[in-house]
């Protein structure tokens, strides 16, 4: 079991940048999984059972992101979900920012829960990264139990994606101006004015000007798009 670290400063500061996949057009053979997509049938869970071993399978990578899912208290289809975003489930997959694996983990992130950065590269381990991640993103964010769920995991997305500074900052905007600071509708809208000098020059804004808000949203939309569809197709 990889070994917790809490966050201290260390989170707004360094955690701050991950590079998505989004429409970038990869091919992952050898690996078998359920894209909707891809299937022209009015009963899409009929024609998926047709086309794999066992029905609604999202990946051959299922049982770890069960596994760890289970562990870290989240969904396992939405770990899927960002993998199948992240990297289209290519192993090996490496970016031009050093985000590596099915789930672009950063060496920032290994080093943060103090595992060896060469590790990254085994699909176990960088699953477990994800996870612990997230849920460590979740933790930071501290929204009321009362968040709906759309909301909470796309502000964890985003803090994913984007780094859990900006999105600290659009909420401290959010709550600035009256808004509701765990509605992702305000995150992103504050994000965005994030590239606005009259906003990110604000003492309340720690992590300075932020000019990838429509990425990030892109990201988002996605994500839950793919969540959406592998909660359709899996329990």
């Not at 992952?28 to 022209?40: K, L, Q």
């Not at 609604?56 to 289970?70: L, N, Q």
């Not at 090996?92 to 950063?106: E, H, V």
């Not at 992103?188 to 300075?208: A, F, N, Q, T, W």
Request: net charge negative; charged share 25%; glycine share 6%.
């Amino acid at each position: 079991m990889l070994k917790k670290f809490s966050f201290v400063v260390l989170a707004a500061t360094t955690l701050v940048a991950y590079e998505s996949t989004v429409g970038q057009p990869h091919t992952a053979p050898n690996i078998v999984y359920c894209d909707i997509d891809a299937v022209e049938a009015e009963n899409t869970s009929e024609a998926l059972a047709e086309t794999v071993e066992e029905p609604c399978i999202i990946s051959r990578f299922d049982p770890i992101m069960r596994e760890v899912g289970a562990e870290e208290g989240l969904d396992w289809r939405f770990m899927s979900a960002i993998a199948y975003s992240e990297s289209r489930f290519i192993e090996d997959l490496k970016s031009s920012q050093g985000a590596m694996g099915i789930m672009q983990i950063r060496p920032v992130v290994a080093r943060h829960f103090n595992v060896p950065v060469e590790s990254i590269n085994d699909t176990e381990t960088n699953v477990r990264l994800a996870g612990m991640l997230l849920s460590e993103l979740d933790t930071m964010l501290r929204m009321p139990a009362s968040t709906p769920i759309e909301d909470r995991l796309s502000i964890i997305l985003a803090s994913y994606n984007a780094g859990i500074g900006h999105v600290m900052d659009a909420r401290r905007l959010a709550r600035s101006e009256g808004a509701n600071p765990n509605s992702w509708d305000a995150i992103r809208y504050y994000l965005d004015l994030k590239s606005d000098p009259e906003y990110y020059e604000l003492d309340i804004v720690k992590s300075g000007r932020f000019t990838g808000s429509r990425q990030t949203e892109g990201y988002v939309n996605e994500v839950m798009r793919k969540y959406r569809q592998y909660c359709a197709l899996a329990s």
